[in-house]
Every structure is written in structure tokens, then in C-alpha cells.
């Protein structure tokens, strides 16, 4: 594989590059290719880490493992890419948050953890490690998120909108109420008015059979019949 990438190298410039600099060289840029393919896979989704950050941080696990089997020597060749694991923490960390009553971000964080061991093993030399790895992750990422969505296990925050005559106050407490007897919590309410009304907006989180079960539930409520639902995210 390493040879592969000679020729888009001059030929006067061989002679100064040894067989070494093209293995560093294959290594790297299998790291940013694998990379790219599962952050591109995040990137259509729109999650927070995408193309970019999964390419980086494959193609820098892979560089720091590489510095590392040749600056740290035959008895140390681990010190640096053993500090990749605590600093990928922190990165995945950042990416998940708590929104709307649920949590948020916890796949990309394992992907990017992911990722980050898929580098280390291309800049070790372990290729058929590295796209094994790659492929089953793409693979899961695409058809277990299918899975989840066919059988109405995926998750999803559900906004929902009510305009009424009424107090708010009265409203709220019928919406509790209904919440209550199936087992969800709203999160993110919103008081407002239009045209002379109450306008009441607020979320919950559950999988596309529960949303239904709960607007059916609403809507039995003469007080809540004009509820309206609008899909948001889904809890990645």
C-alpha cells in the first residue's frame, strides 16, 4: 500500500525519501480517508461532529501514533499515543448536551472515540484492523439507525403547540395531567400570546409510536384538541 503513493511523488524527489516516510505517508492518508467516510456518514445526519472533525481526528490519532513509535524509541513507543484516549474524552464530552428534558450527543461521542482508535491503528501499521474497523461502523451508524426508526426505537423530541381560550395555567395543568398517566415529562415550555389567545408550546422526548399514543391521549381532552405536533431532532 505504501508504494501506491509514490506516484504522485517527482521522481527527482525519491532518491531523498525512504521506504519509512512512505509508510508514515500511507498511514496518514488511510487515517483521513476512513476518517472521512464515517465523518461524512455524521455530516448528512447534520450531527455536531462531521466530515471535517471524525477526518481530523483519525488523521491526528494516526499522527500522534506514528511520533509516537518514533520519537518514544523501542521502550517507549506508547507514551504519546497512550495521552490520545484521556484527550479524546474531553473532546467527546463537549459534544454531548441536555436538551429539551434529554440527552443529546452521546453517539458522535462514540464515534469520535471510535475514530480516534481507528487513526491509532493506521498510523501502527494495522490497515486491515483500521477498515474492518471503518466498515463496521459505517455499517452500524446507517443500518442500525434504520433498524431503530422500521421498529419505532429511535427516539425523538416532539414539539408540540396549543392556542386556546383558556388560562394558561388550566391548559398546563390538563397537559400535565396527560403526561403524568402516560410516563413523560414536557420540558421547554413556552407562554405566549396570539391574536387575544394562549399560546402554549412545549417538548417531549419518546419514539414515534409513544408521540402518537400522546397526541391521541391530548386530543380526547376537549380543552387540547386543536394541539398540533411538529417532529424535531432525534436523540443522536
Same mark, same amino acid.
Given at each position: 500500500?505504501?508504494?501506491?503513493?509514490?506516484?504522485?511523488?517527482?521522481?527527482?524527489?525519491?532518491?531523498?525519501? *525512504?521506504?519509512?516516510?512512505?509508510?508514515?505517508?500511507?498511514?496518514?492518508?488511510?487515517?483521513?480517508?476512513?476518517?472521512?467516510?464515517? *465523518?461524512?456518514?455524521?455530516?448528512?445526519?447534520?450531527?455536531?461532529? &462531521?466530515?471535517?472533525?471524525?477526518?481530523?481526528?483519525?488523521?491526528? #490519532?494516526?499522527?500522534? +501514533?506514528?511520533?509516537?513509535?518514533?520519537?518514544?524509541?523501542?521502550?517507549?513507543?506508547? @507514551?504519546?499515543?497512550?495521552?490520545?484516549?484521556?484527550?479524546?474524552?474531553?473532546?467527546?464530552?463537549?459534544?454531548?448536551?441536555?436538551?429539551? &428534558?434529554?440527552?443529546?450527543?452521546? +453517539?458522535?461521542?462514540? +464515534?469520535?472515540?471510535?475514530?480516534?482508535?481507528?487513526?491509532?491503528?493506521?498510523?501502527?501499521?494495522?490497515?486491515?484492523?483500521?477498515?474492518? #474497523?471503518?466498515?463496521?461502523?459505517?455499517?452500524?451508524?446507517?443500518?442500525?439507525?434504520?433498524?431503530?426508526?422500521?421498529?419505532?426505537?429511535?427516539?425523538?423530541?416532539?414539539?408540540?403547540?396549543?392556542?386556546?381560550?383558556?388560562?394558561?395555567?388550566?391548559?398546563?395543568?390538563?397537559?400535565?395531567?396527560?403526561?403524568?398517566?402516560? &410516563?413523560?415529562?414536557?420540558?421547554?415550555?413556552?407562554?405566549?400570546?396570539?391574536? *387575544?389567545?394562549?399560546?402554549?408550546?412545549?417538548?417531549?422526548?419518546?419514539?414515534?409510536?409513544?408521540?402518537?399514543?400522546?397526541?391521541?391521549?391530548? @386530543?380526547?381532552?376537549?380543552?387540547?384538541? *386543536?394541539?398540533?405536533? +411538529?417532529? &424535531?431532532?432525534?436523540?443522536?
Amino acid at each position: 500500500m505504501e508504494h501506491a503513493f509514490a506516484v504522485f511523488i517527482p521522481h527527482w524527489l525519491e532518491p531523498a525519501m *525512504g521506504e519509512l516516510f512512505w509508510k508514515m505517508i500511507a498511514r496518514l492518508v488511510l487515517a483521513a480517508l476512513l476518517g472521512g467516510i464515517i *465523518g461524512l456518514e455524521r455530516e448528512l445526519k447534520h450531527r455536531p461532529a &462531521g466530515l471535517r472533525t471524525n477526518m481530523f481526528m483519525c488523521f491526528g #490519532s494516526a499522527m500522534f +501514533t506514528v511520533l509516537s513509535l518514533q520519537l518514544g524509541g523501542p521502550n517507549d513507543a506508547t @507514551r504519546i499515543a497512550a495521552q490520545i484516549i484521556a484527550g479524546i474524552g474531553f473532546i467527546g464530552a463537549g459534544s454531548i448536551l441536555r436538551d429539551k &428534558g434529554g440527552v443529546t450527543g452521546l +453517539t458522535t461521542a462514540a +464515534t469520535i472515540f471510535v475514530v480516534a482508535s481507528i487513526g491509532m491503528a493506521c498510523g501502527g501499521g494495522l490497515y486491515m484492523l483500521a477498515v474492518f #474497523s471503518s466498515i463496521l461502523i459505517f455499517l452500524a451508524l446507517r443500518v442500525l439507525g434504520w433498524v431503530e426508526r422500521r421498529f419505532n426505537l429511535k427516539p425523538l423530541v416532539m414539539d408540540y403547540t396549543i392556542i386556546t381560550d383558556k388560562s394558561a395555567q388550566e391548559i398546563v395543568e390538563e397537559i400535565n395531567k396527560v403526561l403524568e398517566d402516560q &410516563g413523560k415529562e414536557l420540558s421547554g415550555m413556552r407562554l405566549s400570546k396570539a391574536n *387575544g389567545k394562549e399560546r402554549i408550546q412545549f417538548s417531549v422526548g419518546g419514539t414515534r409510536s409513544e408521540h402518537q399514543e400522546l397526541l391521541d391521549n391530548l @386530543r380526547q381532552s376537549s380543552d387540547l384538541r *386543536g394541539v398540533k405536533a +411538529t417532529a &424535531g431532532p432525534e436523540v443522536d
